[in-house]
């Protein structure tokens, strides 16, 4: 279900520079962890509370759902967690090699029609690129509750020079670095399986 336009969204972000970071101010960031698609905060603002001595940087291009996210971040004020709400493709040619120590992929959107496969977050050139930004030894985590993209994401996984460390096609003991999304609870909760993948660089 799409997420309804919210008026108060876009002067809230505008409120928050010390959280909702522009471009330049992404770019200039190292050694950091990389959400793409925060959706409403829930991982994003647990995993920087979870581990307070590194920097979580999350990516939502839903101005609404930003906003969401935003507030979720509000609510535990944290020094570590940084918000930008705009599409990854912005910024994510620019981002520095080896800059980046993980990177999040929870519950994207499947873009299940054949004519919308471009839209995934998993084709095979962002696949490159997420590869091109982590350091060496870092991770990129896969989380979906949709087996067709599942497929379709390992596959390209398996044609990039990632290497799969894990493959777990019931995910249902949340490790230690990690945690469980608002999608992922809702997914639960209806009995669907969690697909989870583990790359290393």
């Known amino acids: ?9 876009e002067p809230l972000l505008a409120e928050h520079p010390e959280i909702v970071i522009d471009k330049d101010t992404f770019l200039s960031k190292k050694d950091y962890y990389l959400e793409i698609g925060s959706g409403k905060g829930k991982f994003l603002s647990e995993m920087a509370l979870n581990n307070p001595n590194l920097t979580f940087i ?3 291009k839903n101005i609404t759902v930003a906003g969401y996210c935003l507030k979720k971040l509000l609510e535990t004020p944290l020094s570590n967690s940084y918000l930008y709400p705009e599409d990854i493709d912005s910024v994510l040619s620019e981002i520095s090699d080896g800059s980046v ?3 999040f992929l929870n519950f994207s959107d499947p873009w299940p029609k054949a004519r919308h496969e471009k839209r995934r977050l998993t084709t095979s050139a962002l696949v490159d690129e997420y590869y091109r930004i982590l350091a060496s030894g870092s991770h990129l985590y896969f989380k979906t509750d ?3 993209l599942y497929e379709y ?6 044609n990039s ?3 799969i460390e894990s493959m777990n096609e019931d995910y249902n003991i949340i490790e230690s670095f990690d945690v469980e999304t608002e999608y992922e609870l809702k997914a639960k909760e209806k009995g669907l399986k969690i697909y989870r993948i583990i790359l290393e660089k």
Do not use: D, P
């Not at 994401?153 to 398996?158: R, V």
């Open 1 to 9: 279900m799409r997420t309804k336009y919210k008026a108060w969204a």
């Open 146 to 148: 949709n087996k067709e």
């Open 101 to 103: 120590l993980s990177i």
């Open 161 to 163: 020079h990632f290497l």
């Open 153 to 158: 994401s390992l596959e390209q996984f398996k």
């Open 58 to 60: 999350g990516v939502e």
